[in-house]
Nanobody
Framework: QVQLVESGGGLVQPGGSLRLSCAASPSIFSIYTMGWYRQAPGKQRDLVADITSGGRTKYADSVKGRFTISRDNAKNTVYLQMNNLKPEDTAVYYC???????????WGQGTQVTVSS
């Protein structure tokens, strides 16, 4: 069963921007905090930003000031606006719901973000 579908990735030059979207099942959206994660080759999957059902946001230090997470409850969709992209942002980006530290759905396919000149 598909619960999370990420889209919006692509190839961009350093300094460029992308907007990622994650369409989530109503059963998990609006109930839990939604987060964006990324995993670079050979690296751990890390949380980069999240947003609670009440709209409170948090960001990893590495993306603070450059990325903005938002959610549209009517569309069951969470977004990640990524500005001033850097090569170190290159990764597969995933979304998921979580309660405290526990994710609430299986991982989707993710969307590839490549930042390169």
């Amino acid at each position: 069963q598909v619960q999370l579908v990420e889209s919006g990735g692509g190839l961009v030059q350093p300094g460029g921007s992308l907007r990622l979207s994650c369409a989530a099942s109503p059963s998990i959206f609006s109930i839990y905090t939604m987060g964006w994660y990324r995993q670079a080759p050979g690296k751990q999957r890390d949380l980069v930003a999240d947003i609670t059902s009440g709209g409170r946001t948090k960001y990893a230090d590495s993306v603070k000031g450059r990325f903005t997470i938002s959610r549209d409850n009517a569309k069951n969709t969470v977004y990640l606006q990524m500005n001033n992209l850097k090569p170190e942002d290159t990764a597969v980006y995933y979304c998921n719901a979580h309660h405290w530290t526990a994710v609430q759905a299986g991982w989707g396919q993710g969307t590839q973000v490549t930042v390169s000149s």
